[in-house]
């Protein structure tokens, strides 16, 4: 049996990292093959059993609390495994994926490569090691309009860097305004 193929789908908010995933579950559905959607329980901003993105289209999807339960669901008829918002998921991702990809499985993950703070998630960087494909989405800069967002800033800064959430908490923006806004909140902070 050949192994199946890893694609990771990247890039701050609003980015289109879900709606990306959504298509390829389309086509796969289209083609009438077998796949489970995952997300993790964690990501409840509209439902706890559909992936939704931030244009409103939704598919159902298994909610789980850590990447181990992904196996308990696998039945080995399934063509494909579609996981969402994976910075939400422990280190055991990598292990698990790796496992699917090997037994034939094509895998298709998305979610942030980097939090508000700009640091990596580090579960995304391991999946991306592993990946034949990643995709890095481009989201629109909240503040000059162009299309070079490649970070999420957060307007109301509690200092976690897990927290979920949306309009209300972040923007997406590209990395010269980034430096900018942080500049004027430390400055403003100064004072
Ligand atoms: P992600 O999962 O990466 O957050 P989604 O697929 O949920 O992205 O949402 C993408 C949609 O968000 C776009 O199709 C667009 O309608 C909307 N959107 C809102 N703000 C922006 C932005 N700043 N740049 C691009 N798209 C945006
Ligand atoms: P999205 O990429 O589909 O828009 O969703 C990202 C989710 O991650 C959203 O619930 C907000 C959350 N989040 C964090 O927990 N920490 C962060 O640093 C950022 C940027 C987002
Ligand atoms: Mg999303
Ligand atoms: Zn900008």
Redesign the pocket.
């Known amino acids: 049996m050949n192994s199946g193929n890893l694609i990771v789908i990247v890039?701050?908010?609003?980015?289109?990292?879900?709606?990306?995933l959504?298509s390829f579950i389309e086509i796969y559905s289209l083609g009438k093959k077998r796949y489970k959607v995952f997300k993790p329980i964690l990501d409840n901003r509209y439902n706890d059993t559909y992936i939704?993105?931030?244009?409103n289209t939704s598919i159902k999807a298994i909610p789980i609390n850590n990447s181990k339960e992904i196996l308990f669901h696998i039945d080995g008829d399934e063509k494909a495994v579609f996981i969402?918002e994976i910075q939400f998921l422990d280190e055991y991702l990598r292990e698990t994926v790796v496992e699917l990809i090997n037994s034939g499985k094509d895998v298709y993950c998305?979610g942030l490569d980097l939090s508000y703070k700009n640091n990596p998630f580090k579960v995304t960087s391991l999946l991306m090691a592993h990946a034949d494909t990643v995709i890095k989405?481009k989201?629109?800069?909240?503040e000059c309009g162009e299309y070079k967002?490649t970070i999420s800033y957060k307007i109301v800064d509690n200092g976690e860097e897990i927290d979920v959430g949306g309009f209300e908490k972040y923007?997406?923006v590209c990395r010269d305004c980034y430096s900018k806004l942080k500049q004027k909140k430390e400055l403003t902070e100064e004072n």
């Open positions: 890039g701050p908010m609003y980015s289109g990292k879900t709606s990306e959504i939704v993105s931030h244009s969402d998305a989405k989201a629109v800069c909240h967002g923007i997406a």
